[in-house]
């Protein structure tokens, strides 16, 4: 993928630079790049938002920021030269003529500029025109769109054909940050580096594949932006159905873009449809009530600030999805994501299939079959659960579950795991497109996910209560138990 080295120099230019995410994300994850040597000298930091900020003032905020968000001790030297990078300008994104003012701030810089849209999706339109407008476009620049595109594939198709106009496809890099985790990048590695595994991933070695990304925390006080959007949409239509592609795709012949994109689209066309026929058996939703958390009592979702007693909107998905093709015909993969569970836990759980026989009986009447564990948060690592002899002289062998542990907080206590922005952000830089989600993808998990919901509109079924602190609705646990199977908790 990226070679590590930054080639040229480019403008950086962030839309919404005062935003939550630009704060908390990639503010820090650059200046990172920057404590790595990573960014070219010549290279700087455009922060456009609407709040009319002195450059002082936005460097103040800046360095408040980071010194907020960054884990590490904050290095002066680094420091100096990061913020001798940045500069300021106050845009009306809505104002195309705004744009002129931008046009000057990025005048006598470099020819290539990254623009990244913080903002809402519903302007990301507004943006390309007043760029256009001010002649801030050519074939070198690039765009990066965070999620979600759009609410529907029909509003996908609508903001992609918007930024289309004025980018071509190899100019725009649409995000997902879970693409850029080590563990998840780990997947490739694990599948196509190791025999072990490349050998016996398909239906013939495993049994089935539980995915869960469970959130401790509730909406956050964006209750206007999760109402309209709900837990399917938020989280399933893109990072779950991303790990899923890259856990089930074929091996692609290299890892260019072109190659790994081609082999994560094919998954997401051969999921069956989840529709009005089957959404019962196939997904489940909830929404979270009072509960407690930590021992701490936490309002439920319609109790929370702002929210609309009425609301419908899911904050729990359980779903089992199944793959239509040759290698994984049969073998159900089970997604599971909520809010206001009992711990912030996302990980990969593959289930192989049991021994066809046991040798073992007067040890261990019932072998359990081996478990590999992928952690993507928050210690991440990797785990195989296996059976072992335990040591001693005694006539009758006896064996028990063992694991076999790799974190890498333990195993690579030297370096520092590297945030997903800090990588993806690279990448752009680099101009790589490997760990970014193609047009294809993101209007073919759309068709995938708008027939779900479609599905519940249909069926007019209220969401299942569940208690915030716990792991979902009962119905949840029926979804797998249906099969014998069970959640990993």
Known sequence: MSNLDCQSASEIVIFGAMGDLSCRKLLPALYQLEVCGLINKDSRIVGAARQDHTLEEFKSVVVENLNKYVKETIDEAVLTRFINRLVYQALEFKDSSSFN?????????????????????????????????????????????????GHSLESSIEINNQVSEYFKENQTYRIDHYLGKETVLNLLV????????????????????????????????????????????????????????????????DLSAESVRAEKLKVVKALKAINRENIKDKAIRGQYSDGFLNGVSVPGYLNEEGANANSNTETFVAIKAEIDNW?????????????????????IVVHFKQQPHNIFKDSYSDLPANKLTIRLQPDEGVELQMMNKIPGIASQMRIQENKLDLSFSDTYNDERVVDAYERLMLEVLNGNQSLFVSRDEVEAAWIWADSIIEAWKTTNEAPKPYAAGSWGPVSSISLIARDDRQWVE
């Open 101 to 149: 003012k931008l046009n000057d701030a990025l005048a006598g810089g470099n020819d290539t500029r990254v623009y990244y849209f913080s903002t809402p999706p519903a302007i990301y339109g507004d943006i390309c025109k007043g760029l256009h407008h001010a002649n801030l476009i050519t074939d070198a620049d690039r765009v990066v769109m965070e999620k979600p595109i």
């Open 190 to 253: 694990l599948r196509f580096a190791n025999s072990l595994f490349t050998n016996n991933w398909d239906r013939n070695s495993i049994d089935h594949v539980q995915i869960t990304v469970a959130e401790s925390v509730g909406i956050e006080g964006r209750w206007g932006f999760y109402d309209e959007a709900g837990q399917l949409r938020d989280m399933v239509q893109n990072h779950l159905l991303q790990i899923l592609s890259l856990l089930a795709m074929e091996p692609p012949a």
């Open 327 to 347: 290698r994984w015909k049969g073998v159900p993969f089970y997604l599971r994501t909520g809010k206001r569970m009992p711990k912030k836990h996302s990980e």
